[in-house]
């Protein structure tokens, strides 16, 4: 077996990356995140949430470790390579048994994981389901002409059999490049390449070429994962018959992708004991390396990720640091802003409701007066009184109170409770809990309902012996000091006390929450000492 570029696994960093500080970094950021999970800015929450993430993306990589160390992790290798070069009788070949379908124009976009299995079974892995399936249903499937599945993905089976080859390892058959019926291959083939943890490129040696695309895939991997080992694998070698044709193919196949490829192999399905052609032992012997150096394949890959990793959770949390050093400055500067100007803000505001209450009470109450009391006679006493009109003695407010129901003072009054909350919340507007809004104004409609009923009863229950008197006393309480005002202030004095009441407890609760506040910015500073100290930590 003839060897191009480096050795199978090359030297790698361990997978354990933050070396002797990891116990001590993973308490802090611990600590960090209990921290950040009692401060309350939308901000903060944000890139904690990003916090998160990673930390949930660290324990499924833990996980991974224990799987690779276990032995449960299985070593992931592609067979890629252009339509035809031979890739499915490469596996038939390296299993001894013609388990892959063979065919000679392009057929569905199918993706077969091998992987060993105590008795031979194939599943159809479409839509999230697994269902057996039969090999003739199998073979049927991957040779329909059908194109790709859902979303221009791939059709995907599992195929379990009880071949040592396969042990801790998950061969995985692709679609391939060029296919000119399904032009979703190439991406379909390039996401399993860049899964693998070990890939098998296979073209035919009467081309001799890789792929333009997967060139640049390749090259691309090699940048970003230098540990997956890539092997270029020759097929069809007994179609060159002489032997200095297979020695000169194989020589430029090595010379053009030197730094690409770990090893260089050619082979043939047809014919064993070719000279300058390796045979089965000798890719079997590929598969046994590699199951050898397994774990440390695994390793090295998922060193990386954590590496990856790592570099994210550095750079959020500088930006963690940034930001809360930039909230607590801002929320410093508007508290003590907020802080000179609350009570003289709040006093305005409750003059201004009080003024304009006062206006809106006094509309209504004249309204009351001039629409729904007139003067007439109690029946068959010759004695007069003003009455509710058209409700004579009956004390049946109900025209009086549908005059306050209707009338503006209500959304008055919301407005006013609204402002006094605009006014009383967070300082810096930002804070998740605001003070609590007039949602509920049914208590307070019930006192000036109870007020007016209770003024109007005095104003019907006096009773004169001439009308001309009873006409008197009803422009009196039109336009003199008497019924009107008094009526206007029975409304006025619940809406008032309400806006009063409502404004110091705002008052109160808006203290506490700039208190509780001043607390927070100083658990701020104390997570940007602990980020700091974090940050120092990581390797």
């Not at 802090?28 to 401060?39: I, T």
Request: overall charge negative.
């Amino acid at each position: 077996m003839r060897v191009c570029g480096t050795s199978p696994v090359g030297s790698m960093p361990s997978s354990d990356v933050l070396g002797k500080d990891r116990d001590e970094a993973v308490s802090e950021f611990v600590r960090l995140r209990e921290a950040l999970a009692r401060l309350d800015h939308p901000r903060v929450k944000a890139v904690a949430a990003t916090l998160d993430s990673l930390e949930a993306r660290s324990r499924k990589q833990r996980a991974e470790l224990d799987d690779i160390r276990s032995g449960r992790a299985l070593l992931r290798i592609a067979v890629v390579g252009t339509f035809s070069a031979g890739k499915s009788s490469l596996l038939n070949h390296l299993f001894g048994h013609d388990l892959c379908p063979t065919s000679v124009c392009p057929t569905t976009s199918s993706v077969t994981r091998f992987v060993w299995g105590e008795e031979t079974e194939i599943l159809n892995c479409d839509g999230g389901r697994t269902v057996p399936i039969t090999a003739e249903n199998y073979a049927a499937s991957v040779q329909h002409d059908r194109g790709t599945g859902v979303n221009g993905k791939a059709y995907v089976f599992e195929y379990r059999v009880p071949v040592d080859l396969l042990r801790g390892v998950q061969l995985v058959d692709t679609p391939g490049f060029d296919n000119p019926r399904n032009p979703h291959d190439n991406g379909i083939t390039e996401q399993e390449m860049r899964l693998a943890d070990a890939i098998l490129y296979v073209t035919d040696m009467s081309r001799g070429d890789v792929d333009r695309l997967a060139v640049a895939i390749l090259d691309q991997l090699s940048a970003d994962r230098p540990e997956a080992p890539v092997y270029l694998l020759l097929s069809k070698a007994d179609l060159k018959p002489s032997v200095e044709s297979r020695r000169r193919i194989a020589d430029k196949a090595r010379s053009d992708h030197d730094r690409r490829f770990r090893q260089v192999l050619t082979y043939s399905t047809k014919k064993e004991g070719l000279p300058l052609v390796d045979d089965r032992e000798s890719l079997r012997a590929l598969f046994s390396a590699l199951q050898r150096d397994k774990v440390q394949i695994l390793e090295q890959r998922l060193g990386l990720k954590q590496r990856a990793l790592l570099r994210e959770l550095r750079a959020k949390l500088v930006e963690l640091k940034q930001v809360i050093g930039d909230v607590v400055a801002e929320t410093t500067e508007d508290l003590a802003v907020w802080g000179e100007r609350l009570s003289a803000r709040v006093a305005e505001a409750v003059k201004s409701s009080d003024t304009r209450l006062e206006s809106e009470t006094r509309a209504v109450a004249r309204k009351i007066v001039g629409n729904c009391l007139e003067v007439d006679e109690v029946p068959d006493t010759g004695i007069f009184g003003v009455f509710l009109r058209d409700g004579m003695i009956v004390a049946d407010f109900a025209r009086a109170k549908s005059e306050v129901q209707a009338s503006e003072m209500w959304r008055l009054l919301e407005s006013a409770v609204n402002r006094l909350c605009d006014l009383c919340a967070d300082p810096s507007g930002r804070q998740g809990k605001q003070p609590r809004r007039s949602s509920d104004l049914r208590p307070v409609r019930a006192d000036c309902i109870e007020a007016l009923v209770d003024e109007l009863q005095v104003m019907v229950s006096k009773r004169y012996n001439l009308r001309s008197d009873a006409e008197e006393q009803l422009n009196l309480l039109m336009e003199g000091d008497g019924g009107f005002p008094r009526l206007q202030q029975s409304l006025l004095k619940p809406l008032r006390q309400f806006v009063h009441k409502t404004a110091g407890d705002l008052k109160e609760q808006a203290t506490t929450a700039s208190d509780a506040l001043e607390s927070q910015l100083v658990e701020m500073e104390s997570v940007v000492r602990a980020v700091a100290d974090l940050v120092e930590k990581l390797p």
